[in-house]
Structures are given as structure tokens and as C-alpha cells.
């Protein structure tokens, strides 16, 4: 599957952004995805991830209670809704997905076979 993530921006802390991927699967429903982030000089980490067949989503300790993940089945789309963000959530943000099948750890990137080219998001103070 094709991931395109998109919605980055400069936003002042304690902003919000909406982050979009927008997925070429016909069945989008079938996949799990999940958003990472890479800040200048880290190693990428997860965010948060979800099965779009359903489930509960899971966040980061960083991001639970600021950062919501949600699906549009329909659209073949995932967003990540930000709030209240902070100038440690500066970074590329880059979307994953694989087809939903095995058992798998959702915050490891080696989960995911198809990435986005990646969004950045610069939270200012």
C-alpha cells in the first residue's frame, strides 16, 4: 500500500494540527497503521497506532491525552489529531501500515512494511 501524510505546519505551543494519510489500499480496513516521529538528532519513535478493523488505539506515554489517532475507513484514511502541543513534539511525523495479519508489536517500526514520506511539524515557543 501507497502512504501519503500530509497537514504539517508551524504551530505555536499549545496549538493543535490535524495530520492526514491517505492510503491507495482498496480494503484500507484490513491494515494496521500507526504514527512514529523522528526529531533532529533521535532515533524515530512511535506515537500511536491503530487497527483499522478495529480495537483500541495505543499512544505513547508523550502523547496520551494530547494526541488522537482515528480512521476513516471510507476514505482510506488515518488522521492524528494534536493538541496542546509542545516544542518537544517538533519532528517529521511519518505514517505506517501493514496488512493486518500475525501478531505483531505496535510500536515497533518493524511492524510496519509501507511509510509515508513524512510530514514536519515545528511547535514554537
Known amino acids: 500500500v501507497q502512504l501519503q501524510a500530509f497537514g504539517g505546519g508551524l504551530v505555536q505551543a499549545g496549538g493543535s494540527l490535524r495530520l492526514s494519510c491517505a492510503a491507495s489500499a482498496r480494503t484500507f480496513s484490513n491494515y494496521r497503521a500507526a504514527w512514529f516521529r523522528q526529531a533532529p538528532g533521535k532515533e524515530r519513535e512511535f506515537v500511536a497506532a491503530i487497527r483499522l478493523s478495529g480495537g483500541n488505539p495505543e499512544y505513547a506515554d508523550s502523547v496520551k491525552g494530547r494526541f488522537v489517532i482515528s480512521k476513516d475507513n471510507a476514505k482510506n484514511t488515518m488522521y492524528l489529531q494534536m493538541n496542546n502541543l509542545k516544542p518537544e513534539d517538533t519532528a517529521v511525523y511519518y505514517c505506517?501500515?501493514?496488512?493486518?495479519?500475525?501478531?505483531?508489536?505496535?510500536?515497533?517500526?518493524?511492524?510496519?512494511?509501507?511509510w509515508g514520506q513524512g510530514t514536519l511539524v515545528t511547535v514554537s515557543s
Open positions: 505506517a501500515a501493514q496488512a493486518d495479519v500475525g501478531i505483531y508489536f505496535y510500536a515497533r517500526a518493524e511492524s510496519y512494511d509501507s
